[in-house]
């Protein structure tokens, strides 16, 4: 069974550019998040979605920072314009089980790396 | 914020020592989980241990509970080089069971 695909792997770009992250669940998990983990940090939720429906954004910076889960599958998390310090690494996760399940695992991708210049 | 808090924050062991970590946290949780990340690659779930539960066992994995403490430990016994990695302690809680990780550990394992 494939595990929790991202891409890309890696982004530099300018500050003042727009960066987008794509992310695809593993097959069948409703519940997909988005973590910012900085250098030397644990990760820190971003948005946690059910299906297409975001039910906990609260710590998602949405002046620059927006996330979209089209058909409740594949999920987008852009930045614009990225600032200086959002050099970071962007981890999705995803899991199987319903929001409030206590003992969902949660299954995370390999991370997409930004750096901004 | 981050609500766990692991100690120590570097641990370098030779292989086939144990290795013991710490983690505290603030708040009452649903249950603890460890999770281990590896240079340069996601974060992999290791074992969860409930609020009402004091000990979990899982291959060379030992956690322990202590919610009076509020504390917990992993334990990984005859440690070996591919145990070398970053430890981080999440603490679920709330009604939404979110998951708050702590700053993580690394671990060293010299062969």
């Known amino acids: 069974e494939a595990g929790v695909v991202q891409s890309p792997r890696y982004k530099i770009i300018e500050k003042k550019q727009p960066v987008a992250f794509w992310c695809n669940p593993i097959?069948?998990?409703?519940?997909l998040y988005w973590y910012l983990q900085n250098l030397g940090q644990g990760p820190e939720l971003l948005i946690r979605y059910e299906n297409e429906e975001a039910v906990d954004d609260s710590q998602l910076p949405k002046d620059r920072f927006s996330a979209e889960r089209l058909k409740g599958v594949d999920s987008t998390l852009k930045i614009q314009p990225a600032e200086l310090g959002d050099s970071a690494v962007y981890l999705c996760a995803s899991s199987a089980g319903a929001w409030g399940n206590a003992e969902e695992t949660q299954y995370f991708g390999p991370g997409t790396r930004l750096l901004v210049l | 914020s981050q609500q766990g808090e692991e100690d120590p924050q570097a641990l370098s062991i030779q292989e086939g020592e144990n290795a013991t970590m710490n983690c505290s946290y603030k708040t009452s949780i649903n249950n603890l989980q460890w999770y281990r990340q590896n240079s340069g690659r996601g974060l992999v779930h290791l074992i969860l241990?409930?609020?009402?539960?004091r000990e979990k066992h899982s291959g060379r994995l030992r956690v322990t509970l202590d919610t009076s403490k509020k504390s917990s430990s992993l334990l990984i016994t005859a440690s070996r080089a591919a145990d070398t990695a970053s430890y981080f302690c999440a603490t679920n809680s709330g009604a939404n069971s979110k998951l708050t990780f702590g700053k993580g550990i690394t671990l060293s394992v010299r062969p």
């Open positions: 097959s069948g998990h409703n519940t």
């Open positions: 241990i409930r609020s009402n539960e």
